[in-house]
Structures are given as structure tokens and as C-alpha cells.
């Protein structure tokens, strides 16, 4: 694909930029995007989230937020040309002995819950502290665009991790647990599912919000081992992922009690920073009521 060859061939040349030259062109773009890009879904993304906030705390939540959102353009490009020492230096992960301990006592299959909080695209190169005892796995969102979806499965995959298309989840994570192999399964699912996708409403950041439950109901099927990733960014271009433990049998708490959970961690989570979170994408354009509505016209 020629086309990909060059439009990589940029990048990568951008990527060998040292980072404060990178974070100096972040400073100058976020200017500019937080003008155009998305401005006006931000903005009601955030009104609407923190409703007790002034007018003010709201603005220098989003001046922050597009801060972050430029930092995580220049950071995904280094990621072309970084070194794995680099790479380990600037993203470290805590907890993960607990994983250790299910799969020394027999359990192969351990699912992480991740969100597009901090930089999610770094935690790909978790397989560094797995190995040699696990592997890592990412499912994704196929993106339309052939070359932006290429160069994320390069990013992604170039540290040793398996892509897992989103609609092939449940058949690859079924064949991966046959194989007996140890895997990290990380799930990003705090997007907004399409109408057929919605099966569970939960509280969250002041909103009746349609979520993915499907990392869960695998997880009770296969008995994988639950955790949830808590991001943190100690300084700018350094970020850490404390793995928390949820449940060792998924199966053995009342269904939805996981992904309940999940959203009043990542609630907390963005509660603390919300400069953090994506506020980008339109997260509660799909109501509790349309759902409802188009439900009972099914029904009839």
C-alpha cells in the first residue's frame, strides 16, 4: 500500500523529533484544534457531565483536555521510533504479580478494563513486563479509514501483543483459551455501543448511559480473572497503570455487577482529572428513552 508506505514514512521521520520539541508543537497545535476540533461536543460533554461546575472550571477543563489530546498525537507518533527502554521508562505498571498469582494457581485468561483516559495507546507495550509468563491482547474498534486502521494495528501489535477485531472477540478469546496459553486481554469500554449493542444502563457522569457488557459476559463464560487499570500521569510524558484486582470467578456476582463497577471506578477516575478523559466523541447522543422506545416498537 503506497500510499501507507509514505504517509508511515512521515511519521516516523516526525518520530525521531526529541520530545520537548514534539511537546513544544503540542503547545502550538492545541491552540488551534481546541478552535476547530469538536469544540462545541466538548463543551457539552462537559456542561453536561459536571453540571455544579462554573463557567470558568469548565473552560480550564477543556483548555487541559486539549492539551492531552495534542500530548497523545505527538506521543503515538514517537511511538514509531522509541526504544523499548525508553517505552518502559516512560510507562511503568503496578500490580501485575497479581495476574502472576491466577495464572501460577492455574487461571490462563485475565481481562483488563482499560478507558480512553491518559494515553491508552502506550499500555499496548504491557507485553514487555508479561513476558515471558503471559501475553498480551487488545481488542479494537476497526477503524474505516484503511491507513489510520494499518498504522494502529503497527503501533499496537509492534511490541509482541495480539489484535482482536472487535466483532471476532468472543470466537479468538474461545480459540486463545483452548491453546492454553496465558493472556492479558485489555477491553476499552467506556465507548458509546451502537443501538443493537445496548443491553445495560449505568449512572454515570450524571447521565442514564447505554454501555458494552461484553467484556464481562465473556469473563463469566470463561472464568477469566477481572481487573481494572487505574491511569495516572506522575508528569508530562510519563504515565502509570495501577492494576487493581475486581474478581477472581465473574461468574460467581450477579450479572452487570462488573461492568457497574467498572464505570464508578472510571467515574472516580475522571472526577479526579477530567482533563484526562476523551471528551471528543458524542458519548449520550443514544438515550435511555430512545432505547426504550425502540425496544417496544420491536416488541409490537
Known sequence: MTKYKIIKGLLYAVSLLPFPVLYAFSDFMSLFVRRFYRRKVVREN?????????EQELREIERKFYHQFCDNFVE????????????MRRITFGGLEEAKKRHDAGQNMHFLYLSHFGNWEWISSINYYLQPWCTSSQVYHHIYDKVMNQLFLDL??????????????????????????????????????????IHHFVPFLNHDTGVFTGAEQ??????A????????????????????PMEDHPASVPENTLTNRYFEMLEADIKEHPEMWLWTHKRWSRTKEEWLKRQEEGEK
Open 156 to 197: 499496537r501489535g509492534q511490541y509482541g501483543g495480539v489484535n482482536i477485531e472487535m466483532k471476532e472477540t468472543l470466537r479468538k478469546i474461545m480459540t486463545m483459551r483452548k491453546e492454553g496459553k496465558n493472556y492479558v486481554v485489555g477491553f476499552i469500554s467506556d465507548q458509546q455501543p451502537k443501538w443493537n449493542s
Open 46 to 54: 462537559l456542561s453536561s457531565a459536571f453540571p455544579e461546575k462554573s
Open 218 to 223: 465473556i469473563a463469566r463464560k470463561i472464568d
Open 76 to 87: 503515538d507518533v514517537k511511538m514509531l521510533s522509541m526504544s523499548k527502554e525508553e517505552m
Open 225 to 244: 480473572f477481572m481487573m481494572y487499570g487505574r491511569m495516572s500521569r506522575p508528569k508530562r510524558g510519563y504515565y502509570h497503570l495501577e492494576i487493581i
